[in-house]
């Protein structure tokens, strides 16, 4: 069995920062013409296409012990370890990460739980299965960007559908909130709160479903798709075709209409899809200047 090596500068380098949303090759390559002709949309590019800038992350943070989870999934995909193979040990992880003892026992405890690693006292911790990472997004090549957008629609549309049925006078009120906070002008000069309106919106509805597993699993796609839902949110025309498309879903949870929220909210979200297709579209234009 061989174990896995990895340095602290191959390891930076596969703690992959946020970057922006890159389009699919598809609407790269074939679609500029259509899209940039489309003028539904060119109203929200015309002021801000120029310099579009990486804003703060929101803003569920993940905890140290869930960060390190990735990282170390993504040196075990990184070695191409095989079932058996030993990972490093708990103090390499500590060297390399840069984290406590604590943490790292942490870490690949919840690995076992999954069934990832098998730890064996005495011996060390071994590859129990193979591990099929997550589609990367920021791949312009593969289909990740349309897999995730899709598992949101299907989540979404399903956790309004729920929401209709069972919000409470107190979700509604706090939607009403978020959305209050969107409308703000004043709001124009802080992006970050932008973008958590944005966010305390969709959670709330979310929450108003009583299951807390639903909620974890859209914070978790929503963690995937962080840059290209800032980027859109903050800009004024993207922010108000999204306060348009929460004010339809909110109606219809106000109304109990569960097959119209459902509706409502796939809407919304394939605009905002296609606003973020476009801006990333043009940003990678032919007439965009290169450096390379």
Same mark, same amino acid.
């Given at each position: 069995?061989?174990?896995?090596?990895?340095?602290?500068?191959?390891?930076?380098?596969?703690?992959?920062?946020?970057?922006?949303?890159?389009?699919?090759?598809?609407?790269?390559?074939?679609?500029?013409?259509?899209?940039?002709?489309?003028?539904?949309?060119?109203?929200?590019?015309?002021?801000?296409?120029?310099?579009?800038?990486?804003?703060?992350?929101?803003l569920r943070a993940k905890k140290l012990t869930e960060l390190l989870i990735d990282e170390?999934?993504?040196?075990?995909?990184?070695?191409?370890?095989?079932?058996?193979?030993?990972?490093?040990?708990?103090?390499?992880?500590? %060297?390399?990460? *840069?984290?406590?003892?604590?943490?790292?026992?942490? #870490? +690949?405890?919840? $690995?076992?739980? =999954?069934? !990832?690693?098998?730890?064996?006292?005495?011996?060390?911790?071994?590859?129990?299965?193979?591990?099929?990472?997550?589609?990367?997004?920021?791949?312009?090549?593969?289909?990740?960007?349309?897999?995730?957008?899709?598992?949101?629609?299907?989540?979404?549309?399903?956790?309004?559908?729920?929401?209709?049925? %069972?919000?409470? *006078?107190?979700?509604?009120?706090?939607?009403?909130? #978020? +959305?209050?906070? $969107?409308?703000? =002008?004043? !709001?124009?000069?802080?992006?970050?709160?932008?973008?958590q309106a944005d966010l305390d919106f969709h959670y709330r509805v979310a929450r108003s479903?009583?299951?807390?597993?639903?909620?974890?699993?859209?914070?978790?796609v929503d963690s995937r798709l962080q840059a290209g839902r800032s980027t859109t949110i903050?800009?004024?025309?993207?922010? *108000?075709?999204?306060?348009?498309?929460?004010?339809?879903? +909110?109606?219809?949870?106000?109304?109990?209409?569960?097959?119209?929220?459902?509706?409502?909210?796939?809407?919304?979200?394939?605009?905002?899809?296609?606003?973020?297709?476009?801006?990333?579209?043009?940003?990678?234009?032919?007439?965009?200047?290169?450096?390379?």
């Amino acid at each position: 069995m061989r174990q896995a090596g990895c340095t602290e500068k191959e390891v930076k380098s596969l703690c992959r920062p946020g970057g922006e949303t890159s389009p699919d090759n598809d609407f790269r390559n074939n679609d500029f013409k259509k899209l940039k002709e489309d003028s539904s949309y060119d109203s929200m590019i015309q002021s801000h296409c120029k310099g579009v800038k990486k804003l703060p992350m929101p803003l569920r943070a993940k905890k140290l012990t869930e960060l390190l989870i990735d990282e170390i999934k993504v040196l075990i995909e990184a070695d191409s370890l095989q079932p058996g193979d030993k990972i490093p040990t708990e103090q390499e992880l500590m %060297r390399i990460f *840069k984290v406590s003892r604590t943490c790292v026992r942490e #870490a +690949l405890s919840v $690995l076992r739980q =999954e069934g !990832i690693v098998d730890i064996i006292q005495g011996k060390g911790t071994f590859l129990k299965k193979h591990y099929t990472p997550l589609p990367n997004i920021d791949d312009p090549t593969s289909s990740g960007l349309a897999n995730f957008m899709e598992s949101r629609k299907i989540l979404e549309s399903s956790l309004a559908r729920l929401a209709a049925r %069972r919000a409470s *006078k107190t979700d509604l009120e706090a939607m009403e909130d #978020a +959305l209050r906070t $969107l409308e703000a =002008e004043e !709001i124009d000069a802080f992006p970050e709160k932008v973008i958590q309106a944005d966010l305390d919106f969709h959670y709330r509805v979310a929450r108003s479903t009583g299951n807390p597993v639903l909620l974890h699993l859209l914070q978790e796609v929503d963690s995937r798709l962080q840059a290209g839902r800032s980027t859109t949110i903050t800009f004024p025309q993207g922010r *108000k075709k999204a306060l348009e498309g929460h004010r339809r879903v +909110l109606e219809a949870i106000r109304k109990k209409d569960p097959d119209e929220a459902a509706v409502q909210m796939i809407r919304h979200i394939e605009e905002i899809e296609k606003a973020q297709r476009f801006i990333a579209v043009l940003q990678a234009s032919p007439d965009k200047k290169r450096t390379e």
